[in-house]
């Protein structure tokens, strides 16, 4: 399955956005904690609105992100080859101005 995942997405180039699935909301789910104490704030509720991938050593996925608050956050979430996942940045700024300098971020 991660074969035909890798076949249609270019190593290390990002994906268009996508509508959010179940399987990204069970992602965010899973590392709200993470992206609390980044943000240092506590959320009731984070709705995955939708998502961007990129491959590299797993998938770094960047999840636009509605918090109980309103507030729209951008969360960078890596899915390592192991499954693990693990919150590489949270930012709240300009989504444009945003994604350029997150899609920086090196593993």
Request: hydrophobic content about 35%.
């Amino acid at each position: 399955r991660i074969y035909s995942l890798l076949k249609m997405q270019k190593t290390g180039g990002i994906t268009s956005e996508k509508q959010s699935t179940d399987k990204v909301q069970e992602m965010l789910d899973a590392v709200k904690n993470q992206v609390e104490t980044k943000m240092n704030a506590t959320y009731s509720s984070l709705r995955a609105l939708s998502y961007k991938s990129q491959v590299v050593s797993g998938f770094k996925y960047f999840v636009k992100v509605e918090t109980d608050t309103n507030q729209i956050l951008t969360v960078v979430i890596l899915k390592s080859p192991q499954q693990e996942l693990r919150v590489l940045a949270v930012s709240d700024k300009d989504e444009e101005e945003e994604e350029e300098q997150l899609s920086l971020i090196h593993i």
